[in-house]
């Protein structure tokens, strides 16, 4: 049993929206699953897309350009960009309520403006966009529901025929009301981190977290979508594998699937030092993604069999943080390398710009020696050690 379950979701939400328990019980599957808890999931799950796979003509074509372009660069090892972005990432805000102690927004590590950006800048971002662009990833640094305008964002990206994910630490839709526009507002997909099945884990990470309140959003946004019998958003829960969460696997499964969650991800910690190793990383190596880790050493990641050394995002995705200021990918998360300006410019003069050009010959001639690309996860194995589908499972 974990410690929620005498707070059950049906029990507090259900009734207070006024919707009797026994009538919730009977859209959802009455049967308790085998771990004894009501299963809540009552409809089929929502499919998430692939913006690697074309539905048009003309997303085809862009496909074949980006595929060309960036195999004729790795062959001559000069940067040609032929292809538009088909995801790209867009920062609400680099500000964030928690203080988790490896993430520069927690720790006010990062030194590049920290705001928020408004509902106009959004529009004016978005309409800049290329139509090739398919995933609106919602998130970099920061929080995302700190910005008020974020519904109106999603709701923004929506009509524009995005998929729309977002990341979130879970901590402001306790209300019913805000789960229920979250839900209303179309958005795809919802990651919730959440790492520790109970506060005195949780908290080790999440620091001025509060578990419950992530409990209690997620069981809202759940029951939200069985009222209106929606699948949407995918709720996908990632829990970061850490030295003192690991034994909480089980427990976490459970809460998941009690909370109604859609999928649960297991995702291995990104350190910068081995000091910070040695304080969070699990000491079971498959349950990491470096090398056993040699004190003063430079850390070593786990790498893929092909193009491990080589970098292919920045042939199809880019990164625009809070004040418009593009990056080439999300691990320049201090904005060091920046390429232009989409509130100020236009969408082709940064895409191909002289900046972005060298960005991407620098790193077609020597990745490694850029500090930023040495913590980056392209080319890298083991960064989810297991998915939990509590539509299958
Ligand atoms: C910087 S956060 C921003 C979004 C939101 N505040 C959140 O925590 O989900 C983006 C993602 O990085 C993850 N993250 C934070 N610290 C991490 C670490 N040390 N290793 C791997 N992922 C981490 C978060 O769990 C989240 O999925
Ligand atoms: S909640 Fe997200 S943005 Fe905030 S400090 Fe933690 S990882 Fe960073």
Known sequence: MNQFENQNNSDSIIKSDNTPFAEMNSQSHSDKNHHGYRQLINRPPAKPISPFLPRTFSQFINLFKIGVSLGI?????????????????????????????????????????????????????????????????????????LVKDFMQMVSYAKQKKLYVVTSTNGHFFRNLETAKNIVQSGIDELIVSLDGADQESYQKYRIGGNLSYVVQGIRNLSASKNQMNLNKPLIHLQFILMKHNIVQREQMIDLGREMGADKLSF???????????????????????????????????????????????????????????????????????????????????????????????????????????????????????????????
């Open 73 to 145: 660069s790795l062959l001559l090892r000069k940067a040609y960009t032929w292809g538009n972005p088909v995801i790209t990432h867009i920062e609400p805000t680099s500000l964030c309520n928690l203080r988790c102690p490896l993430c520069p927004s927690g720790t006010g590590e990062l030194t590049r403006k920290r705001t928020r950006m408004n509902f106009d800048q959004f529009r004016i971002i978005v309409d800049k966009l290329p139509t090739s662009v398919r995933m609106l990833l919602l998130w970099n640094q920061g929080e995302p529901f």
């Open 267 to 393: 995702k291995t910690l990104q350190i910068v030092n081995w000091q910070q190793g040695n304080q969070f990383l699990p000491e079971d190596h498959s349950l990491t993604r470096y090398k056993p880790l040699i004190e003063s050493e430079p850390l070593q990641t786990k790498r893929r069999r092909f193009f491990a050394d080589d970098c292919l995002r920045l042939w199809y995705s880019m990164v625009i943080n809070c004040d418009g200021q593009v990056s080439p990918c999300c691990f320049d998360k201090d904005a060091e390398f920046p390429v232009g300006n989409l509130l100020s410019t236009s969408f082709a003069s940064i895409w191909r710009g002289e900046s972005f050009k060298k960005f991407r010959q620098q790193l077609l001639d020597s990745r490694f020696e850029l500090e930023m690309c040495q913590d980056c996860t392209e080319g890298v194995r083991n960064l989810f050690t297991e998915t939990i589908d509590y539509h299958k499972n």
